[in-house]
């Protein structure tokens, strides 16, 4: 049975966190956590109210940031856990799964408060607390958060280049392009709009595509994503259909980037 076609990792609805993305959630988490330590210490959280305030913003700010960043790699985890599910959800999953180890830092970290000695009798509330806050927190930061773009809302340009169109028949200039084939010192073009010869090396073919979805699997052959219509394996070798019945062989020298890209 032929496996189905799988969708490349940019047509995924996953949100891509990347580098830049994840620093600025982890500054808005810190702001975040901040403000809340600095309400927790205002209002005499965790029975620290006898204590001055200065003493109390001192000691729940800092901690409050630590728990914040605890809770962001529970929300990271509930993103891994249940990835299709709503943000919202996320982050509510995220606070359940963190409130313990949370409330456990905030109860050890409360011995080192002057007077203050650590019991487990008292525990129980350290984390029913936590369980509020922590949940509270990581919904909060997932608000303040831009929301994630699908990549998919974002398309990439389907136009080729206008160099490579001019060497097109001009019948065939306004069609989608589906593939480039090597014959002999001809290249045959598969369209939307069907097949025709130009004159003109592989190589410079392919540069001239550069920047289009699509990509060289083989010696012979460049193909646009958009124009396969499915994928087949067979005796340790790829092929790809494409929509005008035209198959195209995929070398061992391009299956892994294909892989990569879920081509395959």
Not at 239 to 249: F, Q, R, Y
Request: glycine share 10%.
């Amino acid at each position: 049975m032929t496996p189905p076609l799988r969708q490349p990792p940019g047509s995924a609805v996953r949100e891509a966190w990347t580098a830049p993305r994840f620093r600025r959630s982890v500054g808005v988490t810190a702001g975040v956590a901040a403000a809340v330590g600095a309400f927790l210490a205002f209002v005499g959280a965790f029975g620290l109210s006898a204590f001055p305030l200065a003493w109390r913003l001192a000691y729940l700010v800092p901690v409050a940031i630590l728990t914040g960043m605890i809770g962001l790699c529970g929300f990271l985890v509930a993103r891994r856990l249940a990835p299709g599910a709503n943000r919202w959800v996320q982050a509510g999953l995220g606070g359940l799964l963190v409130f313990i180890p949370a409330g456990v830092v905030v109860w050890l970290t409360a011995g080192l408060m002057p007077g203050q000695a650590l019991s487990l009798s008292e525990l129980p509330g350290y984390l029913g607390t936590s369980l509020v806050v922590s949940v509270s927190m990581s919904v909060l930061s997932v608000a303040v958060m831009p929301p994630p773009r699908d990549p998919a809302a974002v398309p990439e340009a389907a136009t080729p280049p206008s160099r490579f169109l001019e060497r097109l028949p001009v019948r065939l200039r306004g069609a989608e392009i589906w593939a480039v084939e090597a014959e002999d010192h001809y290249l045959r073009v598969h369209t939307s709009a069907g097949q025709d010869l130009i004159l003109l090396r592989m190589a410079d073919a392919v540069a001239e595509l550069e920047g289009q979805e699509g990509m060289q699997v083989h010696r012979s052959w460049w193909v646009a994503r958009a124009g396969i219509a499915d994928a087949r394996r067979a005796d340790g070798r790829a092929t790809l259909t494409l929509k005008d019945g035209a198959e195209a062989p995929v070398s061992r020298t391009y299956a892994a980037e294909l892989r990569r890209r879920g081509w395959i």
